[in-house]
């Protein structure tokens, strides 16, 4: 493997996802023919997708004929975890007019070295609603009223149901990690010649 830190080495492409506190560097490489980077400039602009006001913002560097994106490991420690959707725009330095040329989504991870839960949201509700299950006594109250203040609890059939969907969520995320890794799965379709 190359070391990444080169900026010659640079992935290209917008990588699909980068964990808080990671060096943030791609190039772009594929519109340097009709945009020369001296005449434009390129930015990555990403937003989380919950409608927070979680922005990135880098603006590229010449590098050669390419764009090249870099943000710092101090600078993507203020990230905010989660999904993002972004678009690259150029911008001509002589007009200031703008066009998107591309747009598409990137994942800001959590870094384990920040003594945080690793598992995935999913997993997570799932050993919730199984330790309710295991812990669950009788369905014979479902919602309490005292002065005026109610509470509502899930019934078993609703436990029941939320695990299961939560199962499947689980089993396609672990699928979906298995494949990126190169590994088999149950839904590998294998072929003997």
């Given at each position: ?51 927070a ?5 880098v603006?590229?560097?010449?590098d ?7 943000a710092?490991?101090s ?7 989660g ?24 994942d800001?991870?959590?870094?384990f ?20 299950l ?12 005292i ?6 609890k ?12 939560y ?5 396609a995320h ?8 190169g ?9 003997r010649f």
């Amino acid at each position: 493997m190359a070391n990444l830190f080169d900026t010659t080495n640079a992935p290209t492409g917008v990588p699909t996802e980068l964990v808080v506190g990671d060096l943030f560097q791609f190039k772009i490489t594929e519109f340097s023919q009709d945009y020369s980077n001296s005449l434009h400039t390129m930015r990555f602009i990403a937003r989380i997708a919950t409608g927070a006001n979680s922005e990135i913002i880098v603006t590229a560097s010449a590098d050669d004929d390419d764009y090249l994106f870099s943000a710092a490991s101090s600078v993507t420690a203020g990230y905010d975890v989660g999904h993002y959707h972004y678009q690259l725009e150029i911008e001509q330095d002589s007009t200031n007019n703008r066009i998107i040329v591309d747009r598409g989504e990137i994942d800001i991870l959590t870094d384990f070295d920040n003594n945080v839960d690793p598992r995935y949201h999913a997993e997570i509700v799932l050993d919730k609603i199984e330790a309710m299950l295991s812990g669950k006594a009788d369905a014979d109250v479902s919602s309490y009223s005292i002065e005026g203040r109610s509470l509502s609890k899930f019934s078993f059939a609703e436990l029941l149901d939320a695990r299961d969907r939560y199962r499947r969520e689980v089993a396609a995320h672990k699928r979906e990690e298995a494949i990126k890794h190169g590994k088999k799965t149950k839904a590998s379709i294998l072929m003997r010649f």
